[in-house]
């Protein structure tokens, strides 16, 4: 008999096992899923706005050449000087990619993946 007792508590015990086993890879899915979904919503926004903001800064230097052109006359200057600006703006944003791009990015992202849930310590 009690070997028998023995024998059905190994066996509840491995079911027991495997069923929490189980649920912690569907916990690790499901948090997964809530992080991915959470980052990919993130970099879309991110485009989102990086691309209303080029459409902005377009129609800014057309407004920026035909002012200049109405005030001095030559569309081809107020071209060349918006240019130059934006080579300025290109370096600038070039020797401090780290800092103000990289970094941020960085922090982001492992935030987003990295942030621990107070279920999950429980």
């Known amino acids: 008999m009690e070997s028998k007792n023995i024998s059905e508590s190994i066996t509840d015990l491995t079911d027991q096992v495997k069923t929490y086993v189980q649920l912690r890879i569907d916990l690790f899915r499901l948090n997964l899923a809530e992080k991915l979904s959470t980052l990919i919503t993130t970099l879309l926004i991110s485009v989102i706005f990086f691309i209303v903001f080029l459409f ?46 990289l970094d941020r990015v960085v922090s982001q992202i492992s935030k987003i993946l990295l942030e621990e849930d107070d279920e999950n310590e429980a």
Do not use: N, P, Q
């Open 56 to 101: 902005f800064t377009l129609f800014l230097s057309l407004a920026f050449i035909f002012w200049f052109k109405e005030y001095a006359g030559d569309a081809w200057l107020g071209s060349l000087i918006v240019a130059g600006f934006y080579i300025v703006v290109g370096l600038v944003a070039y020797l401090l990619r780290d800092k103000l791009f």
